[in-house]
């Protein structure tokens, strides 16, 4: 089973974070969360869509994060209506110089306003940190996530706007 491990940067400045690349190479994403720990998510990128159904769990002092494709559209159409939080994204992910995948979240109100601008870094079970920042993002790192307070920034919660808004950091 793969390990989540992954570190967290808030960013500032997610009009310019979004001026980094063209936008045809950011994804829309709609994320809706199920009972429990499990999440869909639907992913558009140039009109097409592909679907996913993850679920995460604690075990051993780990996190396990399971995570298959959903090949028919209709499974995501259907589940949608029973998702309790729903999170609307523009995403870009990007590759470092160290091979580790990037992900640049702008987080949209339902007026298509970004509220809040995160990146992860997903690395091997191993790793702390990254060696770096990647660096296109380095000038715009508002706060480097401690592992303590990871949770409060995981996108469950933070498809709350007001949640995000409170947060402190």
């Not at 998510?41 to 869509?49: E, F, I, K, L, P």
């Not at 990146?119 to 508002?142: G, K, N, R, S, Y």
């Not at 990871?150 to 995000?164: I, K, M, S, T, W």
């Amino acid at each position: 089973m793969p390990t989540e491990n992954e570190r967290k940067y808030v960013l500032s400045d997610p009009a310019a974070v979004l001026a980094l690349w063209a936008p045809a190479e950011w994804s829309e994403i709609r994320q809706g969360y199920l009972p429990g720990d499990a999440r869909i998510r639907r992913q558009t990128r140039d009109g097409v869509a592909s679907d996913s159904f993850t679920y995460k769990i604690d075990a051993a002092g780990r996190l396990i994060e399971i995570e298959t494709a959903m090949t028919e559209p209709r499974d995501f159409d259907d589940l949608w209506p029973l998702t309790t939080r729903r999170i609307h994204k523009l995403r870009r992910t990007e590759t470092d110089r160290y091979g580790l995948q990037w992900d640049i979240d702008l987080l949209l109100d339902a007026a298509g306003a970004c509220y809040f601008a995160m990146a992860e870094c997903e690395m091997p079970e191993t790793m702390d940190a990254p060696p770096e920042v990647l660096p296109a993002l380095a000038p715009f790192i508002a706060c480097a996530v401690p592992r303590e307070r990871q949770a409060e920034f995981a996108n469950a919660r933070l498809a709350d706007p007001g949640y995000a808004a409170a947060l402190r950091f």
